[in-house]
């Protein structure tokens, strides 16, 4: 979608600017755009990234470091975990919801990245985790697609606008997906 929500929450107005370069390959990997959403929903470790994920902590170090370079990570503050020891968390920045992300401009199977990455969570979660979804096929010109997108993308950018004020509630996680269908 032109303005593909990555799986982060921010918390306040901003408009969408285009994403560059390296944000682009920054977000084009699935596990990445997984730990964008864990981290949008609480601050963890490492540890507990690799753990949740079922990875190996050097490799989720190493994506986490590729997310702290573009700024779609941070550091929250060192806090004592369980055992005494102190724990150095991540949390989401939010930056990624607020990008455009253009399918024709991005790297060969980015755009698939959070196709892959929703599939797990949703594979993790169980079928019976599903609230509601909708199956369609329509006949559309490219401007008429580009609406769409602009329309969907709206009505979602206003529930994130007040993202910050339903924090206490279950989470809910979605993903829209528009594609020519091959045709056989």
Known sequence: MEGSAWADYGGSVRER??????EAKAVAHPLRVRILRLCGQQELTNKQLADR????????????????DVGFLE???VRTGDSGALEKPYRSTGQ?????????ELEAGAAGAPIEAF???????????????????????????AELDRRICAVIDEYMETEHERAD???????????HPSVS
């Open 17 to 22: 600017r285009e994403v560059t370069p390296r």
């Open 53 to 68: 994920l079922g990875r190996d902590p050097g490799t989720v170090l190493y994506h986490v470091r590729q997310l702290l």
């Open 75 to 77: 550091p929250a503050p």
């Open 96 to 104: 990624t919801w607020w990008l455009s992300m253009p399918a024709t």
């Open 119 to 145: 599939t797990e969570e949703l594979r993790e979660a169980g079928s019976e985790s599903v609230q509601a979804y909708a199956r369609f096929l329509l006949h559309l010109s490219a401007d008429e697609v």
């Open 169 to 179: 509630r279950p989470a809910v996680s979605g993903l829209v997906v528009l594609h």
